[in-house]
Each structure stands twice: as C-alpha cells, then as structure tokens.
C-alpha cells in the first residue's frame, strides 16, 4: 500500500519569507515518482514537477527548490521569498512502479493550505 | 500540445436528481482518464479511472457510475443524487500505454457540485 504524509495542514508566512512544505511517503515499490501539484483559489491542479526514486538530485526552478531524501522517506518543496500569489493548497503525490490493477493512479497526501499575507 | 476540458464548472442540484459531468481530452490517444472527488477537508479520493473504451474501474463503492464512451471522453454520472455527492470533481488523464510510468497527471478545472 501507498500513502503519503503531510502533515503540515495549514502554514501562514508573511510576504518574502522562505516556507517548506513537508512530505513523507510510504511505498514498497523500489522504483516510484513524486509529484507537487498547486491548487490555487480556482480550483484547478496545476503540476509542479516530479521526480524519480532513482534520481536524488535535488533541484531548484527559480523561487522553488524540491528536497527529495530517499533515506527519510521525503519530498520537501520550499518556496523561496514568498509572494501572496503562492497562497494555495499544495499536494505531494507517489505513483508506484507497479501500481497494479490501478492504473498509475496518484496517491495524494492530504495537501497543505499556505497562506502567505502581505 | 494536450488540453482537458471539464464542464460544467458548477453545478446545483436538487437531492434525487440525475447528474451528467463530462470530461475530454485533446491532444492525445489512449490516455489514462480518472474522476476524483474533493470534500471540504481538501483530501483527494479516486472515485473512478479508465485505461480504455468501455473499460471502467472503481475504487469507491457510491452512488456515481462513470463512462468511457470514445477514447478521450469520461463521463461521471449519478441516477439520483445524495446531499453526500456535493463536492468538488477533477477530471485528469495521464499517458496510457507506451508512455513512462511516471508520467505525470494533468487536470481538468473541476466542477463544484452542491446537492441541495
């Protein structure tokens, strides 16, 4: 089974401060993907970035940088000098290997509301 | 380059009416479709997901049927609605067959459903 862990349910920063949005994963499977999606006030999932078990390096994307910890079992997803246009909820996901008899589905932790004020 | 519609974005309906949500994808063939479900407390629940014509999973027994009636269209439905449907309903599809594993999901805008 699955499951994905964040639990950071709701975090406010006031504008330009750097914010880390935890997660933690759970999975037998030794080849598996992370995903960020945002979903901002309209609803829409929009995707960040994903990543593979089998590549650790981390990677930055202007303000955004993603911390992936295959050790610790983590997928941290940091915001750098905060703008109230990141005010979202913020969902880590896990695609197994294998995901049998399921077809690829994403399992999605259960996201995490950011507030950043200005 | 691929797209998803979902439509309509919201919906109100009266408790023991029927409900249609329709959803297609352009751009591509064969994809991976799926129907999620968001409650107010924000988690994501994966109420259907479809690797082809006719071919239909479920993952939560409830009220809602879906649909696969050409490759790129999924339809969610319901006979009769519970005040339990309302919520918020994302469309995705990811590549199906011949694409990586860990190709990503893409969404659609979602539909707010309220059951009054």
């Known amino acids: 089974a699955q499951k994905v862990t964040q639990a950071q349910t709701e975090i406010s920063v006031v504008e330009k401060e750097d914010v880390t949005l935890d997660c933690v994963y759970e999975t037998r499977d030794t080849t598996y993907y992370l995903f960020w999606y945002k979903q901002p006030p309209s609803g829409e999932l929009v995707f960040l970035i994903r990543r593979n078990s089998f590549d650790e390096q981390n990677e930055i994307s202007g303000r955004y940088s993603w911390n992936f910890q295959k050790s610790t079992s983590s997928f941290n997803f940091t915001i750098t000098a905060s703008q109230v246009v990141d005010s979202a909820v913020y969902f880590c996901a896990l695609r197994g290997r294998r995901s049998s008899g399921s077809a690829r589905q994403l399992t999605f932790g259960s996201g995490t509301q950011l507030t950043v004020l200005p | ?116």
Do not use: M
């Not at chain 2, 380059?1 to 919906?11: N, V």
């Not at chain 2, 407390?41 to 993952?59: A, H, P």
């Not at chain 2, 006979?79 to 659609?108: H, I, M, N, Q, R």
């Open chain 2, 1 to 116: 380059s691929q797209t998803i519609h979902q439509w309509p974005a919201t919906l109100v309906q009266p408790v023991g009416s029927p409900l249609s949500l329709e959803c297609t994808v352009e751009g591509t063939s064969n994809p991976n479709l799926y129907w999620y479900r968001q409650a107010a407390g924000r988690g994501l629940q994966l109420l259907f997901y479809s690797v082809g014509i006719g071919q239909i999973s479920s993952e939560v027994p409830q009220n809602l049927s879906a649909s696969r009636p050409q490759d790129r269209q999924f339809i969610l439905s319901s006979k009769k609605l519970l005040l339990s449907d309302s919520g918020f309903y994302l469309c995705a599809w990811s590549g199906g067959a011949g694409y990586p594993v860990g190709t990503e999901a893409f969404f659609g805008q979602g539909t707010r459903l309220t059951v009054v």
